[in-house]
């Protein structure tokens, strides 16, 4: 089983500033099969980024997904005070279970 | 557009069983690979497993052996995950998530390749004495 340890657990920045939430996995995510969810208080978890890098559809370019291996970044270029959440990355490689991180919570 | 509904909140007592319903519309639900989330209050999420109606394959986490059972009405569209002997561990809101349609079938009986693109509401399970 893939575990993922995200970080930093809390991250505290104001609007306008940059984020860099970080997914470490347990060992190698084969074929980039790794994706990043926002889940706002009350809601369920949104897709935002998927096959590390990729976009998922209405999300704003000021998302972006990076790494490989068992090294992954998703970096929010400039906050909006809409991107306060909780973010998880998960792994869905090509055995179950599609282990998610314990979340990064993403506050002002 | 695809959309997951689940059923409402359930309150539940130690020992019991809790089966909770998951309704798509849009999309062709057979071809669907549908999972099962979980959150505790104040927790992460927690997959527990996955049913797979083209292929009539389902497959699950571990620590859910013996307890868990997804099944699916192609007739419809609706997929169920029943889980028994319930604990107050399993308090939580449960969520079922639709797999990207660029999922690729593994022989073993699962899915993989893609993310979850479209998640249901959640639905709230308090279990109690």
């Known amino acids: 089983e893939i575990v993922l340890t995200q970080s930093p657990g809390t991250l505290s920045l104001s609007p306008g500033e940059r984020a860099t939430l970080s997914c470490r996995a347990s060992q190698s995510v084969s074929s980039s099969y790794l994706a990043w969810y926002q889940q706002k208080p009350g809601q369920a978890p949104r897709l935002l980024i998927y096959?590390?890098?990729r976009r998922a559809t209405g999300i704003p370019d000021r998302f972006s997904g990076s790494g490989s291996g068992t090294d992954f970044t998703l970096t929010i270029s400039r906050l909006e005070p809409e991107d306060f959440a909780v973010y998880y990355c998960q792994q869905y490689d090509d055995s179950p279970p599609h282990t998610f991180g314990q979340g990064t919570k993403l506050e002002i | 557009q695809v959309q997951l509904v689940q059923s409402g909140a359930e309150v539940k007592k130690l020992g019991s069983s809790v089966k909770i319903s998951c309704k798509a519309s849009g999309g062709t639900f057979s071809r669907f690979a549908i999972n099962w989330v979980r959150q505790a209050p104040g927790q992460g999420l927690e997959w527990m497993g996955e049913i797979i109606p083209l292929f009539a394959s389902t497959n699950h986490a571990e620590k859910f052996q013996g307890r868990v059972t997804m099944t699916a009405d192609e007739s419809t569209s609706t997929a169920y995950m029943e889980l028994t002997s319930l604990t107050s561990d399993d308090t939580a809101v449960y969520y079922c998530?639709?797999?990207?349609?660029?999922?690729?079938?593994?022989?073993?009986?699962?899915?993989?390749?893609?993310?979850?693109?479209?998640w249901g509401q959640g639905t709230m399970v308090s279990v109690s004495s």
């Open positions: 096959g590390v890098s």
């Open positions: 998530a639709k797999v990207g349609e660029g999922y690729y079938y593994h022989s073993s009986g699962y899915s993989y390749g893609d993310a979850f693109d479209i």
